[in-house]
């Protein structure tokens, strides 16, 4: 099992929708989690931080369990702005999951 | 605020060539890394560093060298290059090991032909 696994994608959804992916991590011992942007081209940027059970920051909501390793990112009222990569991380040695590209249509 | 900064943004080696991407951060982060990211793909490190004086192996670091003279420089060596080191290289850099966020650099897109 890969460190970090995260939803292959694409996910192409209409303007408004809710999506939500997910990251699996194979570390018990990890302890804080990230979610990443990245826009086409450029640099990932963090997004959301989760340290404990979850992180909300207004259509954003990140998830984490630990019982079945994962951590999910909630995003709702999809914006056309929304279009990237999303990227996972983890706390050990900053490895990132491969990422899962989004497209918000109008 | 510059951040994290690398040189070059660009570059075009020949196969067997050697040459060094440059990184600097300015916000006294003791934490650097280096990423390789090849299209559609996500981040791979390569090497990173807890400080001055320390460096360690990441994923993928065959066909690299680092080092980490200053707190502030942590320059990525490619020896002998290869097509397969063509790709976009990020540095990074952050305050804690992996505790708090990661600020990226913009990225070195590297061809070997």
């Known amino acids: 099992r890969k460190e970090v696994e995260q939803d292959p994608g694409p996910f192409n959804v209409p303007e408004g929708a809710t999506v939500a992916f997910n990251c699996t991590y194979s570390n018990s011992a990890s302890q804080s989690f990230f979610w990443y942007r990245q826009d086409c081209r450029k640099e990932p940027k963090l997004l959301m931080s989760v340290y404990s059970s979850g992180n909300e920051d207004g259509r954003f909501t990140a998830q984490l369990n630990r019982a079945s390793q994962y951590i999910s990112l909630l995003i709702r009222d999809s914006k056309l702005s929304d279009s990237a990569t999303y990227l996972c991380a983890l706390d050990n040695d900053m490895r990132f999951g491969a990422g899962t590209r989004l497209t918000v249509k109008p | 605020n510059a951040g994290v900064t690398q040189t070059p943004k660009f570059h075009i080696l020949k196969i067997g060539q050697s040459m060094t991407l440059q990184c600097t951060q300015d916000?006294?982060?003791?934490?650097m890394y280096w990423y390789r990211q090849d299209p559609g793909m996500g981040l791979k490190l390569i090497y990173y560093s807890v400080g001055a004086g320390i460096t360690d192996k990441g994923e993928v670091p065959n066909g690299y060298n680092v080092s980490r003279s200053t707190t502030e420089d942590f320059p990525l060596r490619l020896e002998l290059a290869a097509p397969s080191q063509t790709s976009v290289y990020f540095c990074a850099s952050s305050y804690g090991l992996g505790i708090t966020e990661a600020f990226f650099g913009q990225g070195t897109r590297l061809t070997v032909v």
């Open positions: 916000m006294n982060h003791n934490y």
